[in-house]
C-alpha cells in the first residue's frame, strides 16, 4: 500500500481544500523534568495531520517533550536551530526539547504526516541507541505499509478507552525497534541553507546583553542582513525572535521546574523581572505565577509552551 492511499484509508476522504487534523492527546503525569518520580519513558501526544492547508504554518514554538514527524505526502520545509530542510514523504524529523522550531506545508503540495511525542528520563538515550544522534534533526525512513500500520495504531491510541499505558508503551517501544532495524536505511540529512544563525541566537540567549551588534559582528553580517535573514527565517525581527524564544524557555521552566519567578528570569536573560513579568503577561495573558498554576493544575495533554493554538502540532 502507497503512502498516498494509506493516507485515504487511515483517515477517510475530505474536501478539496480544507485542513484536517487528527488529533490524540494522551495522558502525561506533570512532574517536573527533575523529578525522580518521572517514569523512563511514557507517550506525550500522538496524532495526525490530513489535508494541511497550503501554506499552513506551525510555530515558533518549543516543548518540554520529544516529537517525531514522520511525512507521509506532499511537501513542507522545517525551519530549526541548525538549518532549514525541505522535507517530502519518506523523511522524518525531531523536535528536541526547548528548541524553537517552526515548519510550513508547501503551497502546491502541502504535506501531511504523523506526530509522535515523547518523554521521560530514557528518551535521549533512546533515540541514541536507535540511530537518531543528538545532533540529528532529519533522517529518512521506509514508509512501507506495515511502518505506516504502525503509526496509526499510536496516532490513535487516546481515542481507544480499553488500551493501556503498558500498551502505549508496547506500541512506542515497537516503534522504536522498527527505526532501529531500519538503522541502515536512516540518513541524517544536512540543512540546505545558512539559517544556522538562529542556532547562535538560541545558543546566546541567556546572555541578558547580547546585541544585534554583536550577533551582527559574531556572524560576520552587517544590521539590515541580519535583520533580513532572521525575517526571512522566522518571520520575526530579532529583538522579537529573541523575546519570543526566552519567554518560550521561560514558560517551560515555570511548567516543570519549582525555581522562583526572579530566577527563571534571570536564567532566560532578563535582567529586569518586572518587565519580564509584563512581557510574559502580554504574551501568555497571564502572571508567570497564573501560568505555573494553571498549567500544573492540567492533568491531561501536552504542554503548550506558546500560549497559542494547541492544535498546532
Not at 187 to 209: A, C, G, M, V
Request: aromatic share 14%.
Amino acid at each position: 500500500m502507497s503512502a498516498s492511499e494509506f493516507q485515504s484509508t487511515a483517515g477517510g476522504w475530505h474536501p478539496s481544500g480544507a485542513e484536517r487534523i487528527d488529533r490524540h492527546n494522551v495522558y502525561r503525569p506533570a512532574w517536573p523534568l527533575d523529578d525522580s518520580r518521572q517514569p523512563g519513558l511514557f507517550l506525550a501526544s500522538s496524532g495526525q495531520r490530513l489535508y494541511a492547508l497550503p501554506g499552513h504554518l506551525s510555530g515558533p514554538r518549543a516543548y518540554d517533550y520529544y516529537i517525531l514527524h514522520f511525512i507521509i505526502g506532499g511537501r513542507g520545509t522545517l525551519y530549526a536551530p541548525q538549518g532549514s530542510y525541505q522535507l517530502t514523504a519518506g523523511d522524518a524529523f525531531v523536535i528536541r526539547p526547548y528548541t524553537m522550531n517552526r515548519y510550513v506545508a508547501d503551497l502546491s503540495e502541502p504535506w501531511t504526516y504523523y506526530w509522535i511525542g515523547f518523554g521521560g528520563r530514557e528518551a535521549a538515550s533512546i533515540l541514541e541507541r536507535i540511530g537518531i544522534p543528538a545532533q540529528a534533526v532529519v533522517f529518512r525512513y521506509e514508509p512501507d505499509a506495515s511502518f505506516l500500520s504502525l503509526l496509526h495504531a499510536i496516532a490513535a491510541v487516546s481515542r481507544l478507552s480499553n488500551v493501556s499505558e503498558f500498551e502505549q508503551l508496547g506500541r512506542l517501544y515497537t516503534l522504536f525497534a522498527r527505526l532501529a532495524a531500519d538503522s541502515d536505511y536512516q540518513q541524517t540529512l544536512p540543512p540546505d541553507d545558512d539559517s544556522r544563525l538562529l542556532f547562535y541566537l538560541e545558543q546566546h540567549y541567556q546572555d541578558e546583553n547580547l546585541t544585534i551588534a554583536e550577533i551582527a559582528r559574531a556572524l560576520n553580517l552587517s544590521r539590515s542582513q541580519l535583520y533580513r535573514k532572521v525575517r526571512r527565517l522566522s518571520g520575526y525581527s530579532v529583538q522579537q525572535y529573541l523575546l519570543h524564544y526566552r519567554l518560550n524557555i521561560a514558560a517551560a521552566h515555570l511548567r516543570n521546574t519549582s525555581a522562583n519567578v526572579a530566577e527563571i528570569a534571570l536564567k532566560c536573560g532578563f535582567r529586569d523581572p518586572a518587565y519580564f513579568s509584563r512581557a510574559f503577561r502580554l504574551r501568555y495573558k497571564l502572571s508567570p505565577s497564573e501560568y505555573r498554576t494553571q498549567t500544573n493544575s492540567s492533568a491531561a495533554g501536552y504542554t503548550d509552551l506558546n500560549g497559542g493554538d494547541s492544535q498546532n502540532t
